[in-house]
């Protein structure tokens, strides 16, 4: 998974976006070891404070936890990850509601295109 | 001592011009800052009364609590606007030259970068295209172990496929208790790897912040901001 950052948002909160969707997508598996700090900044190109920080956010919010000895890992709590998954998928909801409110679209209108598009790209 | 770089009303005076006006300027360690501003903003003259090269018309600059002089060239690695290597001479005779007179130098970093660059150790400076020996001043800057990086301008003559690279080489060698200061005008290929900005405009320092805060007051790049504030 490429790390995709624009450049007029704030580098630290896309890192964190970034992060909590490679654990909501599996990239980094429950439990799992994240790889170091140096080695996440290089993959994505970033300053290293700035990972850093990202890292320590998502510590305090509970997504990740440090053990003194052996490293940064992904919490074993499936509810934690199921919380940020929904988070993740009402933000993605409401941008899509957004514009296609603004190509004039109504709520109806927009479940039925749903529908279409979804059993098309079943078959 | 956290600052490695301080800066007190410097001032440069070149005849009747001035290209530093009343700089006051702090760095810590540990942070990659770009410095940036237009041709003729006084970027370079900064970096070279770092560096000893010119001294203060006023002001002080104190490098780890040092002069710039040879105390801190020991532990500054300056990577300088142009070519001053001799062009007959071969990549590891120069490498060679590095370690007789760095004692921070690591060799074996230089040799790994070459390789990794694709340069042949054995050839002769005076034989390779611009960028490449853009390249090998660059990855002889990097193998030093030093403190304080100053880099002016190190990415302009090479191709974005190894501007790429050689931002993959600062971060990957970048020690954390170390700073790098860049001077550039190619900022959106660095504002990624930056800390921090320092725009300077005419020799005066006009903004001095992280890029995060850049993004998030302005809802700008850096590279959007800078086009804004330096608009000609």
Redesign the interface.
Known sequence: MPWE?K??????SQLIEQIELRICSGVYPLGSKLPSV?DL??EA??????MQRALAKLEEDGLLYTNRTSGRFVTEDVNMIKQVKNRLAKEHVQVFLKKMTELGFDYEEILSIITTIAEEMKE | MSNILECKNVTKVFGAKAALRDVTLNIPR???VGLLGPNASGKSTFIKLCNDLLTPTSGEILIDGKKPGVDTKKIVSYLPERNYLNDWMRVSDIIGLFRDFYTDFNEEKAYDMLKRLDINPKDKLKTMSKGTKEKVQLILVMSREAQLYMLDEPIGGVDPAAR?YI??TI??N?N?NATIIISTHLI?DI?????EVVFIKEGKIVLTKT??EI??ES???V??LFREVFKC
């Open positions: 950052l450049s007029d948002r704030p580098i630290y140096r900044a290089q190109a970033v300053n290293p404070n700035t | 540990g942070k990659i790429d931002l993959d971060l990957s970048y954390e959106s504002e990624k790897i930056l800390d890029v995060d993004r998030e809802g700008k790049s590279d959007s």
